[in-house]
T-cell receptor, first 110, second 114 residues
Framework: EDQVTQSPEALRLQEGESSSLNCSYT??????LFWYRQDPGKGPEFLFT???AGEEKEKERLKATLTKKESFLHITAPKPEDSATYLC???????????FGGGTRLMVKP | DAGVIQSPRHEVTEMGQEVTLRCKPI?????LFWYRQTMMRGLELLIY????????DSGMPEDRFSAKMPNASFSTLKIQPSEPRDSAVYFC????????????FGQGTRLTVV
């Protein structure tokens, strides 16, 4: 059974204070690792897909990296509008469905 | 494209009543997923369709839950009879027929059973 664990559960940052979110996974043959952003009252919004160890992707202040056991979402000089819950998910040889972690709730204060 | 469309956005019902949630996936997507989100358990997969056929329904909690996909542009999730513990946000998502590509989520239906 695929398992995804995210840490920390919550993270408070000052505007401009860079940090990283962690996503550890155990799967039977990783097909893809996905990062989503979720704002209150809305559905998860797709950010990145990573497929193999060593891969990196960037979007504005966000950079996602992948190893054989975990992924990191690095947030550089965050702004209050980056406040949201960040969700990590995987697909594997088990099928097309996403298995999600519990999420990290990020709060960025001005 | 308007994205994945779910209705209703909010539903309040009494215990024992039947509830039907609706989803219109993104045109051209072959996979459709129903997820449930709660504070305690996060996002859980309920059922997954591929080309309108249910592939994995192991996440469906009980026989009170049923899902159908009569065609490529419509799916329903039905709860009968509903119970207070079914209160949650239910999301529908769709994606291309591949485990390498992302799924796109609707805005969800917030269900409250009183």
């Amino acid at each position: 059974e695929d398992q995804v664990t995210q840490s920390p559960e919550a993270l408070r940052l000052q505007e401009g204070e860079s940090s990283s979110l962690n996503c550890s996974y155990t799967v039977s043959g990783l097909r893809g690792l996905f990062w989503y952003r979720q704002d209150p009252g809305k559905g998860p919004e797709f950010l990145f897909t990573l497929y193999s160890a060593g891969e990196e992707k960037e979007k504005e202040r966000l950079k996602a990296t992948l190893t054989k056991k975990e992924s990191f979402l690095h947030i550089t000089a965050p702004k209050p509008e980056d406040s949201a819950t960040y969700l990590c998910a995987v697909t594997s040889n088990a099928g097309n469905m996403l298995t999600f972690g519990g999420g990290t709730r990020l709060m960025v204060k001005p | 494209d308007a994205g994945v469309i779910q209705s209703p956005r909010h539903e309040v019902t009494e215990m024992g009543q039947e509830v039907t949630l609706r989803c219109k996936p993104i045109s051209g997507h072959n996979s459709l997923f129903w997820y449930r989100q709660t504070m305690m358990r996060g996002l859980e997969l309920l059922i997954y369709f591929n080309n309108n056929v249910p592939i994995d329904d192991s996440g469906m909690p009980e026989d009170r839950f049923s899902a159908k996909m009569p065609n490529a542009s419509f799916s329903t999730l039905k709860i009968q009879p509903s119970e207070p513990r079914d209160s949650a946000v239910y999301f529908c998502a769709s994606g291309p027929q591949s485990s390498n590509t992302e799924a796109f989520f609707g805005q969800g239906t917030r269900l409250t059973v009183v």
